[in-house]
C-alpha cells in the first residue's frame, strides 16, 4: 500500500523509452516540469462509528474534512439512521453496515475509529491494520495493555501509524506550559497533582475517561511511570475484583467511586491522580497543577484548556500571598513552535514515516497506568512498571 503523498505513475510507456523520446524531440525538460505539476495522488479516507451504542467521539467524524490530500470514500456504521446521517453530515459518497465489507471493498489508506466505546477498539483497529490502513482512534485506545500491545505489533509489522486522540498533549495551552517549564519559569519539577472531573463518574469511570488524558500529560511533562500504588473504594469500602462492572459507553471494566493514586517518576518526581465527589468543589475543574522549586502551575482543562502560573512567596504573619495569575505568553524567550495539531500531525507522520505525538505508545501507556492502579488496590502493594502483567486486573481469578 501507497503510504506517501506521491504523484501518478506514468502510464502506456516505461520510463526509459519516455526519456528516450522526450529527449529526442528536446522536449525533456518541459515534459518533467509537467509530470511535476501534476497534483499529489489523494490518499483513500474513511470512518468507522457506531450511532447505535452511542455519539461518535469528540469529532472524529469529521477529521478528514477540508483536507486536499484527502479523499473521504466511505463510512461504516451498523445503526441504519445514524449511518444515513452522519453520511450526509460528512459528505460521505458510500455508506456500509459492516466494516469489514468497508475495508475489503473500498481499501482505504486512512480511517478515523470514531466509537467511543473501546470495547470494540481492539478487534475493528486490528481490521483496519490487516486491510493496510494508517489508524486514528477515540481515546480509550484499549482496554487492556495486551490488546495495545497487539496492536502496536501489528502496525510496526506493517509500517503503519496510529494516532489516539488524547489531544491535550497537542493543544496551545499545553504547548505554551511545555515551553514555560522548560524555561526554568517554575523551576526544577517535583510534583504533579491530579483532579478527575469528580462528578456521578468519580471514581473508576472518571479515572478511564479523564484520568487516562492525565496520565498521559505525566508522561509529557516527567517521562515513562517507575512504579504505582493506590488506594480505591467502593460504597465506604476498599474494592474487591468482583465490583468490576461495565458503564454505557464501554471502556472495559471498572470499579470504585473514590481513587487515590501515586506514581513515581525519573528524577525524584512525584505525582498524584484524586477522583471522589468529596473534593469537587474544593478542587474545581479537571486538570493536573504541577509543583515545581520556584512556582506552580495548574492546567484548568474545560472547552478549551487554560493555564496559571503561580509564582513562591514567604510565609507572613497575615499568611501567604500567592495568587493564580493567567500564563502570559509574552514572557517567554523561545520562538512557538508549529503545531499541526493532532490530525496534522499524524497525517504527516504517515507521510515522513516517523511516530506521531499522540502515538499508540503513549495511549497505551495511560491505559497502563490506568490498570496498575487496580493491580496496587487489589493486591495492597507498590507496582512497577511497565506492567508485567499485560491482563485486566478487574477480569483475572
Request: glycine fraction near 8%; aromatic fraction near 6%.
Amino acid at each position: 500500500m501507497e503510504t506517501n503523498f506521491t504523484k501518478p505513475n506514468v502510464r502506456d510507456l516505461t520510463r526509459r523509452d519516455f526519456i528516450r523520446s522526450a529527449s529526442a524531440s528536446g522536449l525533456l525538460a518541459t515534459s518533467i516540469a509537467r509530470l511535476q505539476a501534476q497534483p499529489a495522488a489523494k490518499l483513500k479516507a474513511a470512518v468507522i462509528g457506531h450511532t447505535g451504542r452511542g455519539d461518535y467521539g469528540h469529532g472524529l467524524d469529521g477529521i478528514f474534512a477540508n483536507r486536499q490530500q484527502i479523499e473521504l470514500v466511505a463510512l461504516a456504521d451498523p445503526d441504519p439512521d445514524g449511518r444515513a446521517k452522519t453520511a450526509a453530515k460528512i459528505g460521505a459518497p458510500r455508506q456500509y453496515a459492516d466494516y469489514r465489507e468497508m475495508l475489503d471493498k473500498e481499501r482505504p489508506n486512512l480511517v478515523s475509529l470514531a466509537m467511543r466505546q473501546a470495547d470494540q477498539h481492539h478487534a475493528i483497529a486490528s481490521a483496519i491494520l490487516r486491510s493496510g490502513a494508517h489508524l486514528y482512534s477515540e481515546k480509550p485506545f484499549t482496554t487492556t495493555p495486551s490488546e495495545a500491545d497487539d496492536l502496536l505489533s501489528e502496525a510496526a509489522k506493517r509500517e503503519l501509524k496510529i494516532a489516539v486522540a488524547h489531544t491535550l498533549r497537542m493543544s496551545p495551552q499545553i504547548v505554551l506550559l511545555k515551553r514555560a517549564m522548560a524555561e526554568g519559569m517554575i523551576g526544577d519539577l517535583v510534583e504533579m497533582r491530579a483532579f478527575g472531573k469528580q462528578d456521578a463518574r468519580a471514581g473508576g469511570e472518571d479515572m478511564m475517561v479523564l484520568g487516562s488524558h492525565l496520565f498521559d500529560l505525566m508522561r509529557l511533562f516527567a517521562g515513562d511511570p517507575i512504579w504505582g500504588t493506590a488506594r480505591v473504594r467502593w460504597q465506604g469500602r476498599d474494592i474487591v475484583r468482583t465490583d468490576g462492572h461495565l458503564v454505557k459507553d464501554n471502556v472495559g471494566l471498572l470499579a470504585g467511586d473514590e481513587v487515590f493514586a501515586q506514581f513515581a517518576f525519573p528524577k525524584g518526581v512525584n505525582a498524584t491522580f484524586t477522583s471522589t465527589t468529596k473534593l469537587r468543589e474544593t478542587t474545581g475543574n479537571w486538570g493536573i497543577e504541577f509543583y515545581g522549586s520556584k512556582g506552580a502551575a495548574r492546567l484548568n482543562c474545560d472547552v478549551a484548556p487554560n493555564i496559571f502560573i503561580r509564582r513562591a512567596t514567604a510565609w507572613k504573619a497575615e499568611g501567604k500571598t500567592d495568587a493564580w495569575e493567567p500564563l502570559n505568553p509574552a514572557l517567554l524567550k523561545s520562538p512557538s513552535p508549529q503545531n499541526l495539531g493532532p490530525v496534522g500531525d499524524w497525517l504527516e507522520a504517515v507521510a515522513h514515516h516517523r511516530e506521531p505525538e499522540c502515538s499508540g505508545r503513549n495511549a497505551m501507556w495511560a491505559v497502563e497506568m490506568v490498570m496498575a492502579v487496580y493491580h496496587s488496590a487489589l493486591s495492597n502493594g507498590r507496582i512497577a512498571l511497565p506492567l508485567a502483567n499485560r491482563q485486566h486486573p478487574l477480569a483475572m481469578k
